[in-house]
């Protein structure tokens, strides 16, 4: 019963959390949309510009100045009211923010699920399990290679995030069309393979 309860949680924890991630990018709340993808477009774009040794002490020093400048405010001002309110940022302080074993544990299976589906997938691919999927694997690769030449990493992850943000919005608002334009590109794509299925030998997929 007890394990069951956990695995409960622990699925409606994951469930509340997507739930969350999936209206940040489909901002439903405008500000708090606004405001993750200003800021990790700021931070980003700060880190074209500057080590990340060097942003990251810039935004240790602002947060610092921000904490020690309302201290100093609520003190002054606990002083000249004569009241005793305590610490200003008494309730975070006693705030709990250690990892719980469960959570460490979850988090630990997740990440080595995903690692040995990873290993699994690339063995698949480098040692030919599958001629076509080698194939497109190779291919995609050989794009990279322009892609790479084109844009840095950070380019790369700067333009990954505004389409995160502004993507599932557009699908969103013309899933029908994106739908039918999609199903014509595949139906294109399935064909073109089926084409090269036929002409290299042991390329065709076995019959399950």
């Not at 988090?107 to 001629?131: G, P, W």
């Not at 399935?190 to 042991?202: F, T, Y």
Request: some cysteine.
């Amino acid at each position: 019963m007890q394990a069951t309860a956990d695995v409960s949680k622990k699925e409606s924890s994951w469930s509340s959390w997507k739930g969350q991630a999936i209206d940040l990018l489909y901002w439903r709340n405008v500000k708090q949309s606004g405001a993750v993808f200003s800021s990790v477009l700021l931070l980003l774009f700060s880190l074209t510009q500057f080590s990340v040794v060097s942003v990251g002490a810039y935004l240790a020093l602002a947060a610092l100045s921000a904490s020690i400048s309302f201290r100093i405010y609520k003190s002054v001002l606990q002083a000249v009211q004569k009241t005793d309110e305590g610490h200003p940022f008494k309730a975070y302080l006693e705030m709990e923010i250690a990892l719980s074993q469960d959570q460490i544990s979850k988090y630990a299976d997740r990440i080595l699920l995903y690692s040995n589906t990873c290993m699994k997938e690339l063995r698949r691919l480098f040692l030919v399990q599958d001629l076509i999927d080698s194939l497109k694997f190779a291919v995609l690769m050989w794009l990279l290679t322009y892609v790479g030449a084109l844009f840095n990493g950070l380019t790369l992850l700067i333009l990954a995030v505004v389409s995160m943000f502004t993507m599932p919005l557009v699908y969103e608002k013309h899933q029908a069309q994106i739908d039918q334009y999609m199903g014509l590109i595949r139906t294109h794509v399935n064909s073109v393979v089926g084409k090269i299925q036929a002409k290299i030998p042991g390329a065709k997929r076995k019959e399950e």
